[in-house]
C-alpha cells in the first residue's frame, strides 16, 4: 500500500492559519484525526469521494476539508487558530464507504500516516 504522508505542520500564534496537506489520498474516505499531549486522538474532518463533509463540532467554521483528486492529496485548511488545536495531526484512509455520520469514527479508518505537529501558542 502507498503510504500516507502528511505535511503542513509548525507553530503558529493564536489566530494564525496553516494548511496541511497528506498525499496519497486515493481513497473514498479520508479524514483528519488529531491527538494532544495527554489526550486521546479525536477525528477532526472527514470527506468522501463526492465532497460530503463532516466536522467536529469545536472546528466548525475555522477548519475546511479538501480534496484534489488529480494531485491524489488530502487538504485541512486552518484558520482561527487556537492553543487547544495544537496536537498531532494524522491523515487517514478508509476502504469503506460511510454514511457521513460515521465519518469520524477512528474504528472504520484502516490507514495512518505518521502525522504532522501543530503548535499554537497564545
Known amino acids: 500500500e502507498v503510504q500516507l504522508v502528511e505535511s503542513g505542520g509548525g507553530s503558529v500564534q493564536a489566530g494564525g492559519s496553516l494548511r496541511l496537506s497528506c498525499e496519497a489520498a486515493?481513497?473514498?474516505?479520508m479524514a483528519w484525526f488529531r491527538q494532544g499531549a495527554g489526550k486521546e486522538r479525536e477525528g477532526v474532518a472527514a470527506i468522501d469521494a463526492v465532497g460530503q463533509t463532516k466536522y467536529t463540532d469545536s472546528v466548525k467554521g475555522r477548519f475546511t476539508i479538501s480534496r484534489n483528486y488529480g494531485k491524489s492529496t488530502l487538504y485541512l485548511q486552518m484558520d482561527g487558530l487556537k492553543p487547544e488545536d495544537s496536537a498531532l495531526y494524522y491523515c487517514?484512509?478508509?476502504?469503506?464507504?460511510?454514511?457521513?455520520?460515521?465519518?469520524?469514527?477512528?474504528?472504520?479508518?484502516?490507514?495512518w500516516g505518521q502525522g504532522t505537529q501543530v503548535t499554537v501558542s497564545s
Open positions: 486515493t481513497a473514498y474516505q
Open positions: 487517514a484512509a478508509s476502504s469503506l464507504v460511510l454514511a457521513v455520520e460515521e465519518g469520524l469514527a477512528q474504528r472504520w479508518y484502516n490507514r
